[in-house]
């Protein structure tokens, strides 16, 4: 966990800078919202995984695998969006991480289930980021 935060630290070492350049519509946050965020959310992943690890469930392998997936299409969707600055990539790469996203949730949820429900604030927010990067892929030519 800590190396896929590190990582997609470093792809997206000049995010506000370039978040400021791009044609956002009205609905996006601003700016210092992205790190409160997801602090918060990989706070929540990690306790979901622990509490999966855990288990001795059948279905404990496959929710594992899925959880970390999804966590590698989520460093992806950073290094497509911020370093490599390809908006359309980075919406295609999103729309596979939302799936990847819920895939992971609903194999979470059958393992443990209140890993589940720890897992819904990602899914929203991974769904929400999805819509947003193709609204500012839309509004900025360059991208």
């Known amino acids: 966990m800590f190396v896929a935060a590190l990582l997609g630290g470093l ?3 000049d995010a506000p800078g ?3 350049r791009l044609g956002r519509p009205p609905w996006a946050p601003p700016a210092w919202l992205f790190g409160p965020a997801w602090t918060v959310l990989y706070a929540l992943m990690a306790v979901a995984a622990a509490r ?3 288990t001795r469930h059948p279905g404990r392998g496959l929710a594992l ?10 460093v992806g969707w ?8 390809a908006g359309r990539l980075a919406f295609a790469e999103a729309v596979f991480l939302w ?3 819920v895939f992971a949730t609903a194999t979470a949820w059958r393992v443990d289930r209140l890993a ?3 897992l819904l604030p990602y899914v929203a927010w991974v769904g ?3 819509a947003l990067t193709w609204a500012i892929v839309v509004r900025t030519p360059w991208l």
């Open 78 to 85: 950073t290094w497509c969006f911020f370093a490599l600055q």
């Open 128 to 130: 929400f980021a999805t």
């Open 99 to 101: 799936g990847a996203a």
């Open 52 to 54: 999966v690890a855990r």
């Open 18 to 20: 370039f978040y400021a």
């Open 65 to 74: 695998r899925a959880w970390w997936l999804q966590l590698v299409l989520n």
């Open 116 to 118: 589940g429900v720890l």
């Open 11 to 13: 792809g997206s070492l």
